[in-house]
């Protein structure tokens, strides 16, 4: 086994599916990106400035401006082969590189599927 992409594991010449082993050689692999990031106030600062301002301390307020910068969604990896093969795998965005990642895990299968046969 060289990768897995969610419930997708690939090796030199196939994929191995939650149903079933199919050649890897042909497969056409698209990718859709359904992240976003949201932006709040960490709960760390809300805390400093409670317990900040009931000391008097007025100037603890500023750490309410704080933001923090969620990544949530899932990348969609589709698989298509001539053969009949669907399938759709979903991939949870943790951090803001979990799409780099995912592409550049398909631009190596998809280089696998359009190589020479072993």
Not at 55 to 63: D, G, K, N, P, Q
Not at 69 to 81: A, P
Not at 106 to 115: D, E, F, I, K
């Amino acid at each position: 086994m060289l990768f897995t992409l969610g419930d997708v594991a690939v090796t030199n010449t196939s994929l191995i599916l939650p149903h079933g082993r199919y050649p890897l050689r042909g497969t056409v692999w698209t990718v859709h990106n359904q992240t976003y990031a949201t932006s709040a106030i960490p709960a760390w600062a809300i805390v400093v400035a409670i317990v900040g301002f009931l000391f008097l301390c007025v100037f603890s307020l500023f750490f309410l401006l704080a933001k923090e910068t969620r990544m949530q969604g899932y990348i969609e990896v589709h698989i298509q082969s001539p053969d009949g093969l669907h399938h759709v795998t979903r991939i949870a965005a943790v951090d803001p590189f979990t799409f780099g990642w995912v592409q550049q895990q398909v631009s190596q299968a998809q280089a696998l599927a359009s190589g020479p046969t072993a």
